[in-house]
């Protein structure tokens, strides 16, 4: 899988949108960019987690994506140990009291079919609330790096944690358009994922 199936990222030229969708075709309108003389700053923005994304963009465009390309190509270290590996099993020890073990021992899938049964189970419970954190922290990464030095900006932080919809996109209003457009596109994300755990 290459990086472009896995990461959409958004580049912004100072406060101008210069391209959003995948990694590599992001990386490639930046270059280009830089290449016509950007006067910058040049910045890539994972959409996920609001991250800057760093790219080392010495050499031509193919220079640039085939580092991409090898940096997604690292190869994981190799495991090695009890538990079935080729399934996703690796064997753990766990402490548990002995009552914990007790009831585990007693129930019809065994103890690891329970255990896995009630991590998963705590998993898509947790996966909503993650969801939204991480959705959460996107919109206040971008804001902080793209908007902490325009009017409004305090304001309207206040207004995106408390869930002020209108108030927000009021004082946003007042930021160049791009700027406005994609933060409101991360807030409403938020906003959504939010919603979903309540």
Do not use: N
């Amino acid at each position: 899988m290459s990086p472009d199936d896995t990461l959409t990222c958004t580049a912004f030229d100072h406060h101008r949108l210069l391209a959003s969708g995948g990694l590599y075709e992001v990386a490639s309108a930046a270059k280009r960019a830089l290449d016509a003389g950007s006067a910058g700053p040049l910045l890539i923005f994972d959409d996920r987690s609001g991250q800057q994304v760093e790219i080392d963009f010495r050499g031509t465009l193919d220079e640039v994506l085939a580092r991409l390309g090898a940096d997604a190509a690292a190869p994981a270290p190799a495991r090695r140990g009890p538990g079935r590996p080729r399934l996703g099993v690796v064997a753990r020890e766990v402490t548990l009291m002995q009552r914990h073990w007790d009831w585990l021992a007693a129930q019809p899938a065994g103890a690891s079919g329970t255990l896995r049964r009630l991590v998963e189970q705590a998993l898509r419970a947790g996966a909503s609330g993650e969801a939204a954190r991480h959705a959460i922290d996107a919109v206040e990464r971008f804001m902080r790096v793209m908007a902490g030095d325009l009017a409004g900006y305090e304001e309207a932080s206040r207004a995106f944690y408390r869930g002020e919809r209108e108030r927000f996109a009021r004082l946003a209003g007042k930021w160049p358009q791009d700027v406005r457009t994609h933060v409101q596109r991360l807030a409403a994300i938020a906003w959504d994922a939010q919603a979903e755990v309540r």
